[in-house]
């Protein structure tokens, strides 16, 4: 079964502090691996990826990491600010057959003033 | 460029009836995906289009969803007949092909009472 997992619920963190969201995954057949970013009553929106050959990927105030041998991946925002607040989505990328995308269940990111 | 469209944005209907929504996506996109999300959860692929061919659609449930695709551009879902356990927001997404980022739209959000 091709399971990404998602954890914590929700995430409540200060204006300005590092925010860490962190996504587990289960089945070692995917290549990439996608941060997303949805506010109330829009569509999930692109946000980061990391190939899986990698362990870093940076893109100004977000970087994703992925720890293959612990089949883990985690978002750092820094520094965090308000238009933050978002649920953010872990996702990865099938391999085979149609390359779909399987997501997480997703984290409620509050940032405070 | 226009994002995809998709119609209506909210809907509310009985258990039994049917419904349908409509999606339009990005202009040269070969690939559509229709997802549900489920409050809680994460989006999950029901049907995956190429062009307008059937790539996957191994969580569709076929004996009340279909699907369809007319001449690789747009595309409605159908749901007959509804159940209440149907109620979530149904995302439609694109991208020119498998290997691509994905742009959603911005869902339909449907009840069933």
């Known amino acids: 079964d091709q399971q990404v997992k998602q954890n914590s619920p929700s995430l409540s963190v200060q204006e300005g502090r590092i925010s860490i969201l962190n996504c587990d995954y289960t089945?070692?057949?995917?290549?990439?691996f996608l941060w997303y970013k949805k506010y109330p009553a829009e569509g999930p929106t692109f946000l980061i990826s990391?190939?899986?050959?990698?362990d870093k990927n940076e893109d100004g105030r977000f970087t994703v990491f992925l720890n293959k041998s612990a089949k883990h991946l985690s978002l750092h925002i820094v520094p965090s600010q308000p238009g933050d607040s978002a649920v953010y989505f872990c996702a990865a990328r099938v391999i085979q057959g149609a390359q779909k995308l399987v997501f997480g269940q997703g984290t409620r990111l509050t940032i405070n003033p | 460029e226009a994002g995809v469209a998709q119609s209506p944005r909210y809907k509310i209907i009985e258990k039994r009836q049917s419904v349908a929504f409509w999606c339009n996506p990005i202009s040269g996109h070969a690939t559509l995906y229709w997802y549900q999300q489920i409050l809680g959860q994460g989006p999950k692929l029901l049907i995956q289009?190429?062009?307008?061919?059937?790539?996957?659609d191994s969580q569709l449930p076929k004996d009340r969803f279909s699907a369809e695709r007319l001449k690789g551009v747009d595309s409605t879902l159908k749901i007959q007949p509804a159940k209440l356990e149907d109620s979530a927001v149904y995302l439609c997404?694109?991208?020119?092909?498998?290997?691509?980022?994905?742009?959603f739209g911005s869902g339909t959000r449907l009840t069933v009472v």
């Open positions: 997404a694109s991208s020119l092909t498998p290997d691509y980022g994905y742009t």
């Open positions: 289009f190429q062009n307008n061919g059937v790539v996957d």
């Open positions: 089945n070692s057949m995917f290549d990439y």
């Open positions: 990391i190939s899986s050959i990698k």
